[in-house]
């Protein structure tokens, strides 16, 4: 009797590209696997210090948000964790103009990320500091002065290239010119951020956080219907504040701001963006202190911990 074939071992996956963050790997035409590295970057620059832990934390804050998706009846591309520190999603082309691929296109990424504004912070203060960006652009009364940190009186929605070196704002015609769009479907967009913001709130209000803001990717899938892709909700890609300080008058970051404000209060930030202005070479980032790469890999289990509610206790996997 012959014998049964020996099973197939699973293809190795393949290496695609690495981002700021994480790499990616193909598993089928139709599955990815991000790989989260310890990696970290501010202003669109890679920082030469790794963070213990941050990798974990990011996968397993943005699985959580994910299942929250999933409860809300949210479209996403997340397929589930297969390691501590990645997961498997659905895959989507990546192309710099989807207009090109014509009007019944489906399986791609929108070359957007996509801002929600709910507090006066980050690069909207530097925009409102420089006088580009008014009060009553946010909302406000004509003329009101404006202090960091002040709610916003209504969400402020914003939208940058995604697939450029440097993100660069975009006004909402060139948006739409960009990636292919409709008026309807960025309404859709921003429907669906609000919805899914709203759920976090809910979530992260009772262990005394507040969310700032936040950016998040979108995705046409199959369907032609768009889905949430990337990861969002994260240290990385969101601002959260702690309540109690808030109400005091304080505005104590959990998040990568405090990564940010390292390099504003070194110089850095200006040097760089004095270079970016004039078209010059820009200054390598310098790596963080061993000190503030301790302080930082606490923040972000920290951070995992008050957005799930969850204890972190490290895979025995090496992150």
């Excluded at 071992?9 to 991000?34: D, M, N, Q």
């Excluded at 504004?117 to 009101?144: I, N």
């Excluded at 309807?184 to 759920?199: F, H, M, P, S, Y």
């Excluded at 990337?230 to 990564?259: H, I, L, M, N, P």
Aim: glycine content about 6%; aromatic content about 8%.
């Amino acid at each position: 009797m012959p014998k049964p074939p020996a099973p197939r071992a699973p293809p190795t996956p393949k290496f695609l590209r690495r981002g700021k963050v994480k790499e990616v790997y193909e598993i089928s035409p139709t599955e990815l696997e991000f790989r989260f590295t310890n990696d970290i970057s501010v202003f669109d620059k890679h920082i030469p210090s790794e963070i213990p832990h941050k990798g974990e934390t990011l996968a397993r804050t943005a699985a959580h948000w994910f299942e929250v998706c999933q409860r809300l009846k949210v479209p996403h591309h997340f397929l589930g964790l297969s390691g501590p520190t990645t997961m498997r999603v659905k895959r989507v082309q990546v192309v710099p103009e989807p207009r090109t691929l014509g009007p019944h296109a489906t399986s791609y990424l929108v070359p957007l990320e996509l801002i929600v504004r709910y507090y006066l912070a980050g690069s909207m203060w530097d925009r409102v500091k420089a006088g580009k960006v008014s009060a009553a652009d946010l909302g406000f009364p004509a003329g009101k002065t404006l202090e960091y940190g002040v709610r916003l009186p209504e969400p402020h929605f914003e939208v940058t290239t995604k697939l450029e070196p440097v993100d660069r704002l975009l006004t909402i015609p060139d948006a739409l010119a960009l990636s292919g769009l409709d008026r309807r479907q960025l309404d859709q967009i921003r429907e669906t951020i609000l919805k899914v913001d709203a759920a976090m709130q809910a979530e992260i209000g009772p262990r005394g956080l507040i969310h700032v803001d936040g950016k998040k990717e979108f995705g046409v899938d199959d369907h032609g219907g768009l889905m949430i892709v990337d990861t969002f909700g994260t240290a990385d890609e969101d601002r959260f504040w702690d309540q109690d300080a808030y109400e005091r008058g304080r505005q104590v970051d959990f998040s990568k701001e405090f990564v940010r404000q390292h390099y504003r209060s070194t110089g850095y930030y200006d040097q760089l963006q004095h270079a970016r202005e004039a078209h010059a070479a820009e200054p390598p980032i310098p790596p963080l202190p061993p000190l503030l790469v301790d302080e930082v890999s606490r923040l972000y289990t920290t951070v995992y911990q008050r957005l799930t509610g969850q204890p972190f206790a490290a895979a025995a996997t090496p992150s």
